[in-house]
């Protein structure tokens, strides 16, 4: 299968290519979980990028199973996003690792795994489905011509399997909005007692799953890859956005964006990110 990739982080040892491979959707919060999670270690890996549809047989052929992210590692193939995190943990100082023993931080991260990530990524959906000429150059970016072409061509087949997959029905995204808003009320109401991170005073797995996960609507501009920002958007798609970043707990997203999504860990010397 012939892919596009993109290379993230350094090269490997003495310029080599990368040894770690993640397969991904370009736009895929639960992908953007993983990528921010190996930026912010300074590990460098090659990004193959696929489409809805063709990357269930891109995972497979990586061996994992229909989902992506998939990050391929010397040591094997991992296929859930939480797993990728924790590799990642495993090659950090325990000081600035992501997952820091707290059981609530376990908890809140399988909190927003299951309820905001899909339910914000169908309501998005259910917007960018209407939008056919933004969601194709945002949602191809990176990823070979052909599938590009593929998608373009097969526009009605394309939307018709996601609206099966991700079950979408009319009025489903009225029942995904007023469940997205409850989980920013539900952060928002944890932050309300002047805590400066979601489980104490580090930035760490839940703060990130967190942001990543409620991207979708929140669009932050220093995102993994490129997405349309509110002035692109359809009135009512737009008018959601703005009132996502304006949410207390949207804000506190955004701002993790900005502080923590391309800020390297202070122990990543200059020979890890060389590859040395």
Known sequence: MSVSAQGN?????????????LVTIPISHYCEKARWALDRRGLSY??????QGIHRVAARRAG??????????????????????????ARTEPSERLFGGAAQELALCRRFDAELGPRGRRLMYV???????????YNNQGVARWEDRLVRWGWSSI???????????????REDEALVFAELDHV??????????????????????????????LLPPEYGVRLPQ???LAPD????????????????????FARHRRAPLASVSSADRLGG
Not at 9 to 21: D, K, N, S, Y
Not at 203 to 213: C, N, Q, V, Y
Not at 238 to 251: D, I, K, M, S, Y
């Open 9 to 21: 982080g350094a090269a490997g040892v003495a310029g080599g290519p990368a040894l770690l491979r």
């Open 159 to 173: 939307s018709s399997f996601l609206r099966r997959e991700l079950e979408i029905t009319p009025g489903i995204e």
């Open 46 to 51: 090659r990004e193959e990028f696929h489409v």
């Open 188 to 217: 928002a109401a944890l932050l309300a007692d002047g805590r400066e991170y979601l489980c104490g005073e580090r930035f760490g797995a839940a703060d990130l799953t967190f942001a990543a996960l409620s991207a979708s609507l």
């Open 127 to 137: 917007h960018m489905l209407a939008q056919r000429e933004l969601a194709l150059e």
């Open 64 to 89: 994992a199973g229909p989902t992506v992210p998939v990050l391929v590692t010397p040591e094997g193939v991992i296929g859930e996003s939480e797993l990728i995190l924790r590799w990642v943990d």
């Open 237 to 256: 798609t737009a008018a959601l956005v703005r009132r996502a970043r304006e949410h207390p707990a949207g804000a506190y997203a955004l701002e993790l």
């Open 230 to 232: 509110p002035e692109l």
